[in-house]
């Protein structure tokens, strides 16, 4: 066996085959950004790669100076930080007169798994074909197909990914994601079987790519044909999570054990075609093709930075009280804090957890779970700015701005009789994990802070004063969950709910004062309200100040 296949064999074992609890850390795709003139061109550029070193960048392209159709391109650079060069065909022992498409290099650099359309020596249609090379800085050989098990003329086969151990192949196969594997390097590939049908649960899948951690799996609808429901109108790239128990070659191969997939939402996708996406190696970044504006003609090469939600405790910062966080998790699988090496987490916290929270310290925060959020640092005026979710929220009654009176910047006051704040809504609780914060300072016994329209009341002082919520299941095990933490005593109070679609918390002070189990909340699509109770009562209007008010898509640990 080569050497240097080996040893690669060997550092992804050794990375990824510890058997570990299942992770679900939270992340965000980063702005889209075009790959740039010298990638791109007037002719369509589509369906990349990028090797384990980062230093090749390979695609495929119609542009002029290939073997007919589509051939297979690729740019290079001598530092991960430097811009890609420009282009160069690999030539006609890998490109065909056909349509050669979709690269996919092994982790070790020597091998380029590709798809060609009827090309000569194949089994009809589609097949995937694969070229070797015997070093990184050697030539490419002719490809050869990879036979009957995986190629067939009863089926197409199309769109391959090899996963990081070598072993494992994963592919569109005539529209349904699937995968294979084979013993070793040099044995041949096994009869492929169908992921789960919670990945291949619409009628066409495509495009499929595994992370190299085995973790996270990337593929695209096939739009306009066949839009997988919850899409924005073209091609969609949508991820699904391993619910393996371990990582690694189990994982790589293991058919059955994934999520519903997620749409990979506004930031990547767009109402134009947004297709053949990939995450690089180290997990930083997804790369795709997208007919998006912008761009320089038909499908171009476009990247979104895969970026950890590293805000745990949903106050906007990441300083020492995430540290805090983290280090009281430690040695656990709790997936809040599990961040690292990737985004989405392996599993445990450790050391590769710290060093990735380390990176976003006194950074900005980017988190696109965060669906809105009101400083309610406004001097004047009428309207309340939404920051997260652009929701302008109208002001109502005897309200006074207080430029300097927050607990940061400034905040609202409101008389109570009645005053409240009114916006457009902003998640029904029944749509999964939720978190609503704020700091409230005043109050009384009864008086309400968040409600929603037409649903319950979120966050209240109950008779006591004492925090509570009244946001519950629609079943019969609907209860609403209650505190003893007094939070109308005159002082200043950081106030939240969570849910994490099982359990049910109430914070105060950043301090768990409250927690029960229900399994589900009670859809509601109403307005939200700040200040009043979800159904306006008299004397629930909130008599006291209120600031930073934010609602998140995920749980947070104030």
Not at 92 to 120: C, F, K, M, T, W
Not at 333 to 341: M, Q, S, T, V
Not at 345 to 351: A, P
Request: hydrophobic share 40%; glycine share 12%.
């Amino acid at each position: 066996m080569n050497v240097q296949r080996t040893m690669s064999i060997l550092v992804c074992a050794a990375v990824t085959v510890s058997v570990v609890p299942s992770a679900k850390a939270e992340f965000v795709f980063g702005n889209a950004t075009n790959l740039g003139a010298t990638v791109n061109s007037s002719s369509g550029d589509f369906s990349c790669c990028v090797s384990y070193d980062g230093l090749e960048l390979y695609f495929s392209s119609n542009r002029a100076g290939g073997q007919g159709s589509s051939d297979l391109w690729v740019c290079t650079r001598s530092t991960r930080e430097e811009a890609w060069g420009s282009p160069r065909n690999l030539g006609p022992l890998v490109n065909s007169p056909q349509a050669d498409l979709s690269p996919s290099i092994s982790a070790d650099g020597l091998e380029l798994y590709l798809h060609s359309n009827g090309r000569s020596g194949g089994f009809g249609g589609s097949n995937i074909w694969v070229t070797r090379r015997a070093a990184t800085d050697a030539p490419w050989s002719s490809a050869e197909n990879l036979g009957p098990a995986v190629n067939n003329a009863g089926w197409v086969a199309y769109n391959p990914c090899i996963a990081c151990d070598g072993l494992t192949l994963y592919f569109a196969w005539g529209g349904w994601v699937a995968v294979t594997k084979r013993a070793a390097p040099d044995a041949p590939w096994e009869q492929p079987v169908d992921l789960t049908t919670v990945v291949n649960n619409w009628e066409s899948q495509d495009t499929p790519w595994i992370s190299s951690d085995g973790r996270l799996l990337v593929f695209t609808d096939n739009a306009p044909y066949t839009p997988r429901p919850g899409g924005f109108g073209g091609t969609d790239v949508w991820y699904s999570r391993s619910t393996a128990a371990g990582v690694g070659v189990h994982s790589l191969y293991n058919p059955y054990a994934w999520e519903p997939p997620v749409n990979a939402g506004l930031g990547v996708n767009t109402s134009s075609r947004d297709d053949w996406s990939m995450i690089s190696p180290d997990g930083s970044m997804l790369y795709y093709s997208s007919e998006r504006a912008g761009g320089f003609g038909g499908l171009d090469l476009w990247q979104a930075p895969i970026i950890p939600v590293v805000d745990f405790t949903g106050d906007g910062q990441v300083d020492e009280r995430e540290l805090r966080v983290m280090v009281g998790c430690w040695d656990t699988n709790e997936p809040l804090c599990d961040i690292g090496p990737m985004a989405w987490g392996d599993g445990v916290v450790d050391i590769k957890d710290l060093k990735v929270l380390a990176e976003h310290i006194g950074k900005q925060v980017e988190d696109s779970t965060l669906v809105a959020h009101w400083a309610l640092d406004e001097t004047e005026g009428a309207v309340a700015h939404d920051d997260a979710g652009g929701r302008e929220a109208t002001v109502f009654g005897q309200t006074v701005w207080r430029p300097s009176g927050g607990i940061i910047g400034g905040a609202l006051e409101l008389a109570g009789i009645p005053a409240f704040v009114t916006a457009e809504s902003v998640r029904d609780p029944s749509a999964g994990p939720l978190s609503v914060l704020a700091w409230v300072k005043g109050g009384a016994p009864g008086q309400t802070v968040v409600s929603q329209q037409g649903g319950a009341d979120w966050l209240l002082a109950n008779a006591e004063g004492a925090l509570m919520t009244e946001l519950q299941s629609g079943g019969r095990a609907a209860s609403t969950l209650a505190s003893a933490a007094v939070i109308t005593d005159g002082g200043w109070h950081r106030i939240g709910l969570t849910w994490d679609g099982v359990n049910r918390r109430l914070y105060v002070d950043d301090v768990e004062v409250a927690a029960d189990t229900q399994t589900s909340l009670a859809g509601s699509t109403g307005k939200l309200l700040l200040g009043a109770s979800a159904n306006l009562a008299q004397g629930a209007f909130w008599s006291g100040l209120i600031d930073e008010v934010r609602i998140y898509s995920r749980v947070v640990k104030p």
